[in-house]
């Protein structure tokens, strides 16, 4: 067995539920961190010659434990804490009941709302949700979103340091704010996914292990938020998108839209659970939210048999609802899109020239990619390959500026593009 890879899988199981326990405790969370950070350690320094403990978990809290009793008798401050915490900590034995609570937890749903809060830049809730919730390390959270690892653990640093010294409780947000600060978590669970699924940046077009985790955090979610339609949204919409992972790029990173997709190759277990989760949050009997209205939309994808049988109409009734609920240009861009497929070119085009000039989109390369499609569809393929080429300078990766410039060279050749959204 390898140790050490079980620690570090333990760490991604387990870091969530220590952290949140010994911030309650602490009310500190970068201290809490840092305790159990230290507490793994001493797993990596100890167990490798020990052997793994009957309930690691108990050891970690327990080694946690008295290790924030020895920091705090360190600090005059700190005794009264230390007694505090002292109470609760016993020495590890396989038989003493001094173990994490309960993986679904209130302290868990705490650290989330903490990790998420609106003090904080939206950057740095990013990489503290992935840092404390999902037990990445700062360097693996560096190369996911192509910064330095410097830079990264600064972030995570400052975003501990500003809820240290605002003395932000560890207590999760009350019922009249309660609202708000879900959307601002679900907001942070949808940017990791999106950054999986579709980067902003690099050479690849598909960051799966990220989506995943995204993915992780939203059933994490449901589970602590049974009664919250949106958080079933947000995971249906997820999963759904997810399940077309296999069919999203070529071997080489080429992407593939999703008219040109094996629909045989979509993952039909990701498409049933998140049919399920969407169903789940229409029962909870409240007006669908924009997640799951999105859900919606790629639930009409995932039960099409082939792109042509989609129910376009449906698909545009649903943008019109989103437009209502969740108003954007990129909502107003991709009703055009529907409505290309539901009503021809001609309104497609209407549709999208209303946005055209919406400041919002000036550097949106998706913007240009689609109204040339519109454009090679009504035959004005020249106007079209100035679209490709100035969409092209626009796209965030390397593949994507490829697909547009073979598709620009398509069309000043005069051939029709087929493509979809």
Known sequence: ?????????????????????????????????????????????????????????????????????????????????????????????????????????????????????????????????????????????????????????????????????????????????????????LEVVY????????ASSGDGWVRRDLAQEAMR????????????????????????????????AEPDGTPVLLDRQDRSRWDRILIAHGLSMLDRAAKLGRPLGPYAIQAAIAAHHSRARTFAETDWAGVVALYDALAQVAPSPIVDLNRAVALLYADGPEAALAAIDAIRDDKRLARYHLLGAVRADILIRLGRTAEAAEELEHAADLAPTLHERQLLRRRMADALAGKAADTAP
């Open 217 to 248: 955090l939203g059933r994490v979610l449901a589970g602590l938020l049974p009664t919250e339609p949106e958080v079933f949204g947000l995971l249906a919409l997820m999963e759904l998108h997810a399940s077309r992972f296999a069919t999203r």
């Open 1 to 185: 067995m390898d140790v050490r890879r079980t620690i570090e899988a333990l760490w991604r199981m387990e870091a969530p539920r220590l952290i949140a326990t010994l911030a309650r405790q602490i009310g500190d969370v970068g201290v809490a961190e840092d305790l159990a950070s230290e507490a793994f350690v001493a797993a990596l320094e100890q167990w490798p010659a020990e052997g793994i403990p009957p309930r690691p978990g108990a050891w970690l809290m327990a080694t946690a434990r008295h290790k924030a009793i020895d920091r705090a008798r360190r600090e005059e401050a700190g005794r009264r804490k230390a007694a505090l915490i002292a109470v609760e900590a016993q020495p590890y034995t396989p038989d003493v009941a001094d173990d994490l609570p309960d993986p679904i937890s209130d302290d868990v749903l705490t650290l989330i709302f903490i990790a998420c809060h609106p003090i904080l830049p939206r950057e740095a809730r990013v990489a503290l949700t992935l840092r404390l919730i999902g037990g990445l390390s700062t360097d693996e959270i560096a190369r996911a979103f192509l910064v330095p690892s410097a830079t990264l653990g600064q972030r995570i640093s400052r975003a501990k340091r500003t809820l240290s010294e605002a003395q932000v409780p560890f207590e999760p947000p009350g019922a009249d704010t309660l609202p708000a600060r879900v959307g601002a978590v």
């Open 191 to 198: 940017l990791i996914f999106n950054e999986g699924y579709s």
